[in-house]
Each structure stands twice: as structure tokens, then as C-alpha cells.
């Protein structure tokens, strides 16, 4: 190698000691990002198992609970909530109670308990009506529940009997008590307080609590999500969510032209 060479090469050593540096930092990474990939499948899969363990293990137990009334007639079918830390019964201000979920479509309820459980969670039921509260609907998901009969800007009054029906999570379960009952109603011992959102999962639905499956009057079923709740159109929320809609909308619109394109260019 001649000086001129030797210079070259010496006054590109720093960049080749990046690269190589680089080179190093990503094939000590490969491991790392492979181990990672794997943990969240691994996790999912635990997941996936210890929900379908606890659902085969409460599903018969919440029919025997349910056929303990009448099914000519709707029932509120509960449920108590008690937080790990007030076991066994310290409820003072605890055992709350929620309403399980089951269609009352021509008063068919579905075999076997299915009716009550999801992949994720019991079924549970809020049935706002009976306060004299309402669904209010707007634009992109937005929603309000307020008292009924009220005004909104923007937002529609949703003119039925509504009951919001919501995914307690499985994953917050403990255990379970279907020999002491409180006030008759079996207990689910939990790892957070009935008053914590994270043992609901984020999405719900509303629907009509008169609906028969048959009348097109009475057909009301909507999904929701929790965080889409506002107070009213003039709130800093329901315009930060109005523009984050908007923003999707227009993905979606460019998104949806570009396919257009793409099968245009194949055609031709």
C-alpha cells in the first residue's frame, strides 16, 4: 500500500470503527429483539390459556346460579364483587354488585351459560334507564350518558331503554365462592376495587333492554369505547378526539384510494 493509500485508509478509520460498532450493536440486538417477540407470544398464550381454564370452570356454576330463577321473567341475575384485601368479608364498602348480561330475545336464553361469558370476561349489565339516564351518540364513537330528555350540541339523544353491557376480565379474577353467598349472590374475589376501570375491559356495548329480536323499533346494539366518554361538544376532549376522527378518516380515504390505484396499474 502506497502513502496516498495508507492516508485514505487512516483518514477513514473513524467511519470504518462506526460501522463496525454498528454492526455489533445490531447483531447484539437480534437477540434481544427476538426474546422480546417471543415473551409477548408466550404471554399472549398464558393468557389466552388461563381464560378458557377460568370460563370452563364458572360456566356451569353461573347457569346453576341463574336457573335459580324464574326464566318466564327478566331478572337482575348478580353477581358481588370483593376486593383480595377485605377477604373474607369486610364490605362495608365492598361486595358490590353487578347484573349478568343474557339476551332476553323472546325470553330464549342460550344454553349452557355461554350467554354471561365472553373470551375475555363475565358479562355484565348496567341498565341506565332505570335512573332515568340516556345514551347520547355523536360523531367518531364520541358518547355522553346523562340525565334523559337533555340537549346536546352535536350529539343525538338515543330514544330506547338502554343498557350498557360491559367485559368484567377474567385476568383480574382470583378466585371464586359459589358456597358462601353473599345475600344469595356468589362472590368473585378481585385484584382490584369494583370502583377501578381496569377490571372492565375498555370496550362495551349498548343496547335496547326491551328488544325481543323481533321488532325493527327495538333494535338497538352499538360498540363503544370507555375513553370516548364526554361531558359535551364544548369540552377540550371531544374536540381532541373530533380531530383525531377527522385525521383517521382522511388515512383511511388515502388509503383506500392508493388500493384503488395499485388495482387500476394491475389492470391495465
Do not use: C
Amino acid at each position: 500500500m502506497n502513502l496516498d493509500g495508507l492516508e485514505k485508509f487512516s483518514q477513514n478509520i473513524p467511519v470504518y470503527v462506526e460501522l463496525l460498532a454498528n454492526i455489533i450493536v445490531i447483531i447484539g440486538a437480534l437477540p434481544i429483539f427476538f426474546w422480546l417477540r417471543n415473551r409477548s407470544f408466550e404471554k399472549k398464550k398464558k393468557e389466552i390459556s388461563d381464560n378458557l381454564a377460568i370460563r370452563k370452570n364458572i360456566k356451569d356454576k353461573l347457569r346453576d346460579h341463574a336457573d335459580n330463577y324464574d326464566r318466564r321473567t327478566p331478572h337482575d341475575i348478580g353477581i358481588r364483587l370483593v376486593h383480595w384485601k377485605n377477604y373474607p368479608w369486610k364490605l362495608d364498602d365492598d361486595g358490590y354488585k353487578q347484573n349478568l348480561y343474557y339476551d332476553t330475545n323472546l325470553d330464549k336464553r342460550i344454553d349452557h351459560g355461554t350467554e354471561f361469558l365472553s373470551n375475555t370476561g363475565i358479562l355484565v349489565e348496567d341498565d341506565i334507564w332505570v335512573l332515568s339516564r340516556s345514551l347520547y351518540t355523536g360523531k367518531f364513537g364520541t358518547y355522553i350518558i346523562a340525565e334523559s330528555g337533555q340537549k346536546f350540541e352535536e350529539f343525538e339523544e338515543v330514544n330506547q331503554k338502554i343498557k350498557i353491557v360491559r367485559t368484567f376480565k377474567y385476568k383480574h379474577i382470583i378466585n371464586w365462592d359459589f358456597e358462601e353467598k353473599i345475600e344469595y349472590e356468589p362472590a368473585f374475589y378481585t385484584r382490584y376495587k369494583y370502583t377501578d376501570k381496569k377490571l372492565f375491559e375498555k370496550e362495551f356495548f349498548a343496547q335496547n333492554a326491551d328488544d325481543d329480536g323481533i321488532s325493527k323499533d327495538l333494535m338497538y346494539k352499538e360498540q363503544f369505547i370507555t375513553s370516548n366518554r364526554v361531558k359535551s361538544a364544548k369540552s377540550f376532549k371531544y374536540k381532541l378526539l373530533i380531530i383525531n376522527g377527522e385525521r383517521a378518516r382522511k388515512r383511511q380515504i388515502n388509503k383506500m384510494k392508493s388500493q384503488v390505484k395499485v388495482t387500476k396499474k394491475k389492470r391495465a
